[in-house]
């Protein structure tokens, strides 16, 4: 029963958390910035009574906690307002940016995982040789990079100068496809320069993190017991010291994906890659505060889901934890 | 033997320790290189500007000195107003430096006094404290700063305010684990019972003994605002008036330097945000694993 209380309380905080997030994007969005109507007004000489009406249709003559519930209402049923520069409905904006989005994203977290992994664990393993000393630093420089200067520098080096992979989009534009296979190949070379960018600036943390949890791990008891059984190194260290070091990189991974958001939003700016990232650049740039305000709030919703996930997981994969 | 023990405990966490463990850091490899990198940023953000001044309104006459490769002239080139590159990259320096020390400045003082109260205080006030800093820590850097300087403004106060209010929330909570360990200890009890106030025997007893871990954790958060300035700026929500490092670099983005080959503008101001940012971390990097025992002999 421990285990169903520990859920119940952490959902119960999630749902705080995010009650807390959509309260303070209202609180950003609808007081903070004064009059949304003079924004709208910006190109004009609109008479008293065109304001009055445009106050009426956007509900600005209600009283706040009036207009609150009604922005949580819109919300709940998925009403994200329009968008000032597309004339479109913020949610069918959202649809189509948000898979290039994911596509990009889990493309660079796969690989960000496994290579920062076993990087990791091989430093670790190899704690205090040259090679381990090299991997920490590279590590530290990695993570010092900005990411949106690095993008430009693949851009110039690989893209413009040697003329390996496209530099723009996530596809060649006006191109028709005969097939799904033909989109894939152009999809993929697309992909390269946007996913290196991410796995390069991301890395760095993540090898970091899978080492110094690793060496802690090696000094413990039951990899000596495991040693003395006579067990192989690799199998000591793959079978006994990497599944229980990867407690931590869980715990990160919360912190991974607030980084890998922000990295998002460089990658697909350098890279005009059509997902949620160029889309909150371009709304910033012509301060088209509807789709600021979403794109952001899906951001945040985002984070603190994957938190939850997290959370979920540590549950399942520490035994501790679970029977505690 | 009581007496030396509560000495001892307070004397080992004060300043003098953040000093022993600067030096412990300059005798590390890594923290030393990170102090050489400091050293020439900090040599070139003051020194520079006084022999190398840039002026912003000194465009080129022609459009010929528009985007041009280094000359004997302009060392590194101009960029796409005919300005000197290696003049603008130098000034660009002290705002970088500027906005990313006083941001940590202002979330320094945030994340110490919360984590001070959140660890300390036992009642409600304590745990609605945490709860707020929880919520800071999820919620996602990047995306917040970007919304409040689209919506705030972007003046170089505005900028520094916002990032400094949005990255306390780490530091909150180092801050708060070490306090919770520390209000148990005998010294803490034992000052209760001499009649401290408990604003005393947080500021007196308490904070002295976080100091060493704040310290190490103030130079890792200089190293992230100094990059979110520069991301900002990138993205077009810089101070226009003052040119950051960040600035020259979106001007470099929106004219297609990278397409049309203008290495010049491109690498010195990227090269000069790695080489502090990275000074930053190599430090920020050894001071932690000296001050967290947990890290230590890694």
């Known amino acids: 029963m421990p285990r169903l209380r520990y859920l119940l309380t952490k959902l119960g905080q999630v749902l705080v958390t995010l009650l807390a997030v959509v309260t303070f994007n209202f609180y950003l969005f609808h007081v903070l910035p004064g009059d949304p109507i003079r924004l709208l007004a910006r190109a004009g000489n609109l008479q008293p009574e065109d304001i009055a009406r445009l106050r009426q249709l956007f509900g600005l003559d209600q009283s706040l906690p009036v207009q609150y519930l009604v922005y949580l209402r819109d919300l709940a049923t998925g009403n994200l307002g329009m968008s000032l520069t597309y004339r479109q409905p913020v949610s069918d904006i959202l649809a189509q940016r948000i898979v290039n989005t994911v596509e990009l994203l889990t493309v660079a977290t796969v690989l960000v995982v496994v290579i920062g992994i076993v990087a990791g664990v091989v430093a670790a393993a190899r704690r205090g040789t040259r090679a381990d000393a090299g991997t920490v630093i590279v590590s530290l420089f990695f993570w010092s990079l900005p990411t949106f200067w690095t993008g430009l520098m693949l851009i110039f080096i690989l893209g413009v100068y040697f003329h390996a992979f496209p530099i723009s989009g996530s596809g060649t534009p006006g191109v028709f496809y005969t097939s799904p296979i033909a989109q894939l190949e152009d999809f993929l070379p697309h992909l390269v320069l946007p996913s290196l960018t991410l796995v390069l600036v991301d890395i760095g943390q993540f090898v970091l993190i899978t080492r110094s949890s690793l060496i802690d791990v090696l000094t413990e008891d039951f990899i000596l017991t495991a040693k003395a059984k006579g067990l192989s190194a690799r199998q000591v260290l793959w079978r006994h010291g990497v599944p229980n070091a990867m407690l931590p990189v869980v715990t990160t991974s919360a912190l991974y994906v607030s980084l890998v958001v922000g990295g998002a939003i460089q990658v697909e700016t350098v890279f005009s890659w059509p997902g949620m990232g160029r889309l909150i650049y371009d709304a910033v740039l012509r301060r088209d505060y509807p789709l600021i305000e979403a794109s952001f709030l899906l951001f945040a919703v985002t984070v603190i889901l994957v938190n939850f996930v997290s959370d979920l997981l540590y549950l399942w994969i520490d035994p501790r934890v679970r029977n505690a | ?298």
Request: avoid cysteine; hydrophobic fraction near 55%; charged fraction near 10%.
């Open chain 2, 1 to 298: 033997m009581a007496a030396v023990a509560i000495v001892d405990e307070q004397d080992r966490s004060s300043l003098a320790a953040v000093r022993a463990n600067i030096g412990l850091a300059w005798a590390d490899p890594i923290g030393r290189v990170g102090f050489f990198l400091l050293a020439l940023t900090f040599l070139v953000a003051l020194v520079g500007p006084v022999l190398f001044p840039f002026n912003p309104a000194d465009v080129g006459a022609t459009a010929a000195s528009i985007l041009q490769p280094p000359t004997a002239q302009h060392w590194l080139g101009t960029d796409e107003l005919g300005r000197d590159v290696f003049r603008e990259t130098i000034s660009g320096s002290q705002i970088s430096l500027l906005v990313g020390l006083l941001a940590t400045a202002i979330s320094m003082l945030a994340g110490t006094v919360v984590g001070l109260g959140a660890g300390y205080s036992r009642g409600p006030i304590g745990a609605l404290m945490m709860r707020i800093t929880d919520f800071f820590l999820v919620l996602p850097t990047l995306p917040l700063i970007i919304v409040l300087a689209a919506i705030i403004g972007q003046s170089l106060s505005v900028i520094i305010l916002v990032i400094g209010l949005t990255s306390w929330a780490s530091t909150a909570r180092i801050v708060r684990s070490q306090v919770l360990s520390l209000r148990e200890r005998v010294f803490i009890d034992r000052v209760r019972a001499l009649g401290a106030t408990d604003l005393r025997i947080t500021v007196v007893h308490i904070l002295p003994n976080v100091l060493p871990l704040i310290f190490a954790n103030t130079v890792l958060v200089i190293a992230g605002s100094i990059l979110s300035e520069a991301t900002l700026a990138f993205l077009g929500l810089g101070d226009p008036v003052h040119v950051s490092w960040g600035t020259m670099l979106h001007y470099a983005f929106e004219v297609g330097a990278a397409g049309r080959g203008a290495w010049w503008y491109l690498l010195p101001p990227g090269i000069g945000i790695v080489v502090v940012v990275l000074g930053f971390t190599l430090i920020g990097y050894t001071l932690d694993r000296i001050v967290n025992p947990r890290l230590r002999n890694r």
